[in-house]
């Protein structure tokens, strides 16, 4: 498959206006630019970028609903939260909070907001710091190849006590994952299958609380 012949693929999966697709593709070219002085995704899917990347992230946009703010923690290369900051350009209000510690990554970040004007801000913090500085309401909590499940969740513990909830793209594991930190949380999820990967899962997390006596990232006890 050829680059061009992926991102047709991809596109058909996503119905967006030819603005948005604009977007992408600047999205995309900066990508690829800024590759070849850091590595933001693996290179053995540079071919498929947008199937396996873009289109990945932007499945999530029907689970969002008539969500608003968006908290998209290690955010990397900007999946899937830039991509839904792109996507969802033209709805008044909505924004995306793109979370990453790594200065160069960060820096991507900001120039492809700029470049693509997406309703998105970029902070350069740890994941930890920033949702328990947060203050404000969340819609949702996303991210993508980032960590287990059980982390996930402690890293947003803060915005579920708070009443957010979660998007999280995982592969096969997801159920075992969510299983595993069954024994440690209270959870109310629900699973959905990749549209682009036979093997993949997207957990909807309506809520989640820690279980007694269990030490949160603080340090504290609940």
Same mark, same amino acid.
């Given at each position: 498959? !050829?680059?061009?012949?992926? $991102? ?9 206006? #030819? ?9 995309? /070219?900066?990508?690829? $630019? *800024? ?8 290179? +053995? !899917?540079?071919?498929?970028? *947008? ?13 969002? =609903? ?10 990397? %290369? @900007?999946?899937?939260?830039?991509? &839904? ?7 008044? =209000?909505? #924004?995306?909070?793109?979370?990453? +510690? ?7 970040? $900001? ?8 309703? %998105?801000?970029?902070?350069? %913090? ?6 328990? =500085? ?7 909590? !996303? ?5 287990? &499940?059980? /982390? ?10 708070? @009443? ?20 440690? *949380? ?10 682009? /990967?036979? +093997? ?8 989640? +609380? ?10 504290? $006890?609940?």
């Amino acid at each position: 498959m !050829t680059f061009d012949s992926n $991102r047709a693929e991809a596109l058909t999966h996503m119905a967006v206006s #030819h603005e948005t697709a604009a977007r992408l593709d600047v999205y995309v /070219d900066l990508l690829l $630019r *800024w590759q070849q002085i850091k590595n933001l995704v693996a290179p +053995s !899917t540079l071919g498929e970028i *947008w199937t396996r990347h873009i289109a990945d992230s932007a499945q999530l946009l029907p689970l969002l =609903g008539r969500s608003r703010t968006i908290v998209d923690i290690g955010s990397g %290369a @900007g999946f899937p939260g830039l991509v &839904l900051a792109i996507v969802k350009s033209g709805e008044a =209000g909505f #924004h995306v909070h793109l979370v990453e +510690s790594n200065g160069r990554k960060a820096a991507f970040l $900001r120039e492809v907001v700029r470049a693509t004007e997406a309703p %998105a801000t970029v902070h350069g %913090a740890r994941i930890e710091d920033f949702t328990r =500085g947060w203050r404000g309401d969340v819609d949702f909590l !996303t991210a993508r190849a980032l960590a287990s &499940l059980g /982390d996930l969740l402690a890293f947003g513990e803060s915005l579920f006590d708070a @009443g957010s909830r979660a998007l999280f793209l995982k592969g096969q594991s997801a159920r075992q994952e969510l299983a595993d930190a069954s024994e440690g *949380w209270n959870i109310d999820a629900k699973l959905y299958p990749s549209v682009t /990967d036979s +093997s993949g899962q997207i957990i909807l997390i309506n809520s989640a +609380s820690r279980r007694n006596g269990v030490r949160r990232l603080d340090g504290n $006890r609940t």
